[in-house]
């Protein structure tokens, strides 16, 4: 045990709250020893961190769905890892685990919190990587989201924004799974052709080289039943003018607005729900957490068929967080972004 | 029957498309004779119109839920008359009934149209006027999206804008014979003073003279769990920052949007609807057609046992028609407005 208290645990550290794009200067490099073990507590070296655009949120005052991460406190973050040390019955050294571990290469999880860290074992046979897409954090959102709360049925039309992200890849190819024309809104020709080639999207628009509304009108004759948003701003206010009657927007992230300094911008087209009797509503994932397993159980079964696909983009080591989060907002990942901080 | 024939009907025709708030040259007044009640047909005396925001929209060119009024067409409108000549077996002379009249002193329904001008036959003891109000289409879209839509529970507090209006006065008042805690928003201590004394709501919020976010913050110490938006704008913004997880808001109208030159705002707080699961829906009344009867004889119920008011305010004169659609937009008129165009 004794050369698990000295290992030096390196860390990112929220230094300031940004304004706009987060910049260096928001982030500390801190290294602290592991420290140790108590009864019912457990060590996780860190293998994998999940990026997430809503990480941009956790850096602003104030609270939302969740609490703000503190100027000093270790960046909030889920991850994949494997238990090195345990002192507790439900977990084996070697076993691999997914958990809130933090921006850090070691993560000590206290009796009191192992609950609050969400951690449950994985099967790494499936990818580890897999574990914080499809069958992670951004997979459950996709799903429940498409099916809580869009409830599609056979032969709707579901517009995903974000389409190669690790939601939009999710939504789109559940709702494939469930018999609903697909059709997606990504950035570059690159992600359009394999979310079209790769995963079967019937169609997917590219935002930076096309007309969204001529994409919209050429791909969706009979109108939008479904819109699952994770951008929000101008592309929301083009879906609006598209929905059918009784359509359903799921509003689950605006990554086009999250670095504003300025105003949010309100989709101006909202009263196109009144016209076409249309909902729009939001979702967090941490609603439908007891309905994780089924989701997962779900989704391992397509996946393992090679009816689901999952991809990943992965960037190496913790120093390179700051730039990693940064790919999210100006699109550059191709697929869900990964930080990978240990081989094994 | 040659008298009615040769009678002159005095018309509203719609003679411009307006460009923010109508004027005076928008408007045409004409006159024809009555003409020929065809077999099947009748013909109907006009006693009083409802004077509605939506007919704001219905000026503009382009389909919104329903086509636009064309120019030189007779102005919609919807309004309660009497019977004066029958060709058909269903209505008799003297019945009252509620239609869809247009701005005019007759209105002659051929066959063809019975069924579309939505005609029913009235009950005068309950107040001709009271049929365009809590037992007409303000109340029916009252009734059904509060109800439908809102899904209100006991205890849960509903806000309604435009509370003293027709809309506003039947939401108020069926959310507190359903147990809700139930908070105005209205322009002027008159009409707050009236929808809380007279209605009996728990409060309400004079959004010319108060500050809307302290209001809210003091009469809705538990947040907004439904919002009956017939305003839009700011006002449905400040809500946004109110509502409570799980929060169902109505969209039925946005009367501060309708008369813009620019652009519609939209609703810049929407994430307000992820971060608290909320969902924002619109609803057009029409879709609940089939149990209308229903509503009313609900309504009619609590009416009669003095549960419930209906309060309107009536503008004399056909050739009032372009004045009185104004008062709606500048908030003068102090419940639903009704224009009576004859007596009896």
Chains 1, 2 share one sequence.
Not at 103 to 125: H, M, T, V, W
Not at 269 to 294: H, K, T, W
């Amino acid at each position: 045990m004794s050369e698990i208290k000295a290992l030096m645990n390196h860390q990112v550290r929220l230094a300031s709250r940004p304004s706009g794009m987060p910049t260096q200067e928001n982030w500390h490099f801190a290294s602290e020893p592991v420290g140790n073990i108590q009864a019912g507590g457990l060590l996780i070296k860190t293998l994998c961190l999940s990026m997430d655009p809503a990480m941009r949120g956790w850096m602003n005052a104030g609270k939302s769905y969740i609490e703000p991460v503190q100027i000093g406190e270790v960046m909030r973050a889920g991850g994949v890892g494997r238990v090195i040390a345990s002192e507790n019955p439900l977990f084996a050294v070697g076993d691999y685990v997914n958990a809130g571990l933090g921006a850090q290469e070691y993560c000590l999880i206290e009796k009191a919190n192992i609950k609050r860290s969400g951690i449950f074992k994985i099967d790494p046979s499936l990818g580890l990587t897999t574990w914080l897409n499809v069958l992670g954090m951004p997979g459950m959102t996709g799903y429940f989201g498409l099916l809580e709360v869009g409830q599609p049925k056979p032969g709707e039309t579901v517009v995903v924004s974000g389409a190669a992200g690790a939601v939009g890849q999710t939504v789109g190819q559940m709702a494939m799974l469930k018999g609903c024309r697909v059709v997606g809104i990504a950035g570059g020709k690159a992600k359009c052709d394999w979310v079209v080639k790769e995963l079967g999207f019937d169609a997917c628009i590219d935002y930076k080289n096309e007309d969204v509304r001529e994409g919209l009108k050429q791909h969706c004759p009979d109108g939008v039943d479904i819109y699952f948003d994770n951008v929000g701003g101008e592309i929301l206010d083009l879906v609006l003018t598209k929905i059918t009657r009784g359509a359903r927007i799921i509003i689950c992230g605006a990554i086009s607005q999250y670095n504003n300094t300025t105003a949010i911008k309100g989709p101006a087209n909202y009263l196109s729900l009144l016209v076409n009797r249309a909902r729009m509503q939001g979702i967090v994932v941490f609603d439908y957490a007891e309905n994780y397993p089924v989701a997962i159980a779900e989704m391992s079964g397509y996946l393992k068929e090679g009816r689901m696909k999952s991809r990943e983009d992965i960037v190496m080591g913790l120093e390179s967080f700051p730039d990693a989060l940064l790919k999210l907002f100006n699109g550059e990942n191709f697929g869900k972004l990964v930080l990978q901080v240990a081989k094994d």
